[in-house]
């Protein structure tokens, strides 16, 4: 039982985590490639990323919603319903978010002490933001259906070619332009393909009552994620301010977080998905037990995943001893981090299974704005960058210990914790 159960699991959310994975695997490629191009290039992509991984969680919580509705009927009407609608809003609201982005964006140099040419990739980027979001949303129900594997194969692909792209785009003299059009050019592809895949399984209407559940799941995953992000921008702004090399490194350091986060929080969706499922009380303890085995286990791994990682991007991004160094220096930051988020989504990902969105939202703004004071505070202290990521592992431990609180007060029993209300 044990073991067939954890194949099943693994089946779910080891492609899920592969595919978040290898969708922020892009950026850190670009910042890879654009690190050699000198580190004027690589502050100016960094701090243009955090702009981008924030106007992400929009068609992330999409999917999410999307995901947490079509799981919960088994009728192929209202699945693509939901799925039609999740497009159309995801639509709307990345269109909004550009002009948002627009707007702004003559502040954005100044802000972050950065090249103006930052600006020009950002642009760039935007003309393909509306691609790679609606791609987000057909992934994730492609996914649900039971083409996982296609999926994965199709970022897997794009991943290899953006890379070859970009190299090739350096290596003509393309710089950093080249780099953005390299990625559009990944995401429009991979949006064709997908829209090919789901076979026209999409109206161009929004329809009340879909549109209203969508929404309403909406609401509280895009608060649990944007109040998460800021944290990032206030950081990339104090990091900014205390020197090149210090922004480099932060910026390296920032892009492969978010890549392992992305990872772990791929996985432990795939968990939230089999929880959501669940509603045989006997069942849900069976399972409860096993997958805390499993993310003690994947803490493991993951962990030395992450310094793999760490490691081979630190060495070929920076050739500079001086950057090198304290790149390693910061390194067990980095490692504590993968550690303790890695242990939480244990319990991240079953509060998610029974759509305690309203309470993670709570957490996130709890844990925020801890994260966001104490980096401040250190970071005007001889603790300099050393501070600004203490903040994160004080944000994790905080994540941490809120959840299971709150996890054990629904009831001292996870099985009994079944409950799907926001």
């Known amino acids: 039982m044990e073991n067939t159960l954890v194949k099943k699991q693994l089946k779910l959310s080891l492609p899920m985590a592969f595919e978040n994975f290898i969708t922020t695997l892009m950026s850190l490629i670009d910042t890879v490639v654009v690190a050699n191009l000198g580190v004027q290039y690589l502050t100016a992509i960094g701090a243009i990323s955090v702009v981008i991984n924030i106007l992400q969680i929009i068609p992330q919580s999409f999917s999410i ?28 609201f990345s269109i909004l978010c550009i002009i948002i982005t627009l707007a702004i964006s003559p502040v954005i140099p100044s802000l972050f002490n950065i090249d103006k040419i930052g600006n020009i990739y950002l642009y760039i980027r935007l003309a393909g933001f509306i691609q790679a979001s609606l791609a987000t949303i ?11 594997n296609i999926v994965l194969a199709i970022q897997v692909i794009s991943v290899i070619a953006n ?3 970009d190299i090739v785009a350096c290596f003509v003299g393309g710089g950093l332009i080249g780099v953005a059009l390299s990625t559009i050019a990944i995401e429009t592809i991979s949006m064709v393909i997908c829209f090919m895949l789901i076979n026209g399984n999409t109206k161009i209407k929004l329809e009340k009552t879909e549109s209203k559940d969508i929404l309403n799941f909406f609401k509280w995953n895009f608060t649990e994620r944007i109040i998460s992000k800021v944290d990032y921008f206030v950081f990339n ?58 993310f003690f286990y994947s803490t493991i791994i993951f962990t030395f995943l992450m310094i793999a990682v760490s490691l081979i991007v630190i060495f070929i991004s920076f050739k500079d001893q001086s950057l090198i160094y304290l790149s390693l220096e910061l390194l067990p930051f ?6 303790l988020l890695t242990l939480g989504s244990y319990y991240f990902s079953h509060l998610r299974g029974i759509r305690k969105f309203k309470f993670l939202a709570i957490r996130n703004l709890i844990s925020s704005f801890l994260k966001i ?19 994160h592992i004080v944000y994790h431990t905080s994540q941490y210990i809120i959840s299971r609180i709150y996890f054990d007060k629904l009831n001292r029993k996870p099985f009994n914790i079944k409950n799907t209300t926001l």
């Open 373 to 391: 004071v104490i980096a401040t505070i250190l970071s005007f202290t001889i603790l300099g960058i050393f501070g600004v990521w203490t903040a």
């Open 334 to 339: 980095l490692i504590l981090t993968t550690i």
């Open 163 to 165: 890379l070859i792209l």
């Open 138 to 148: 057909m992934y994730g129900y492609l996914r649900v259906i039971g083409k996982q």
């Open 65 to 92: 919603s999307n995901v947490a509705l079509i799981t919960k009927t088994e009728d192929d009407k209202i699945q693509k319903k939901y799925l039609s609608n999740s497009i159309n809003l995801c639509f709307y």
């Open 237 to 294: 702004i104090l990091v900014s301010r205390m020197g090149t090399n210090e922004y480099a490194v932060h910026t390296v350091f920032i892009q492969i977080n978010d890549t392992m986060h992305a990872f772990v929080q791929g996985y432990s969706d795939g968990f939230a998905i089999s929880i959501g499922k669940i509603n045989n009380e006997e069942e849900l303890k069976i399972s409860t037990n096993i997958f805390k085995k499993m």
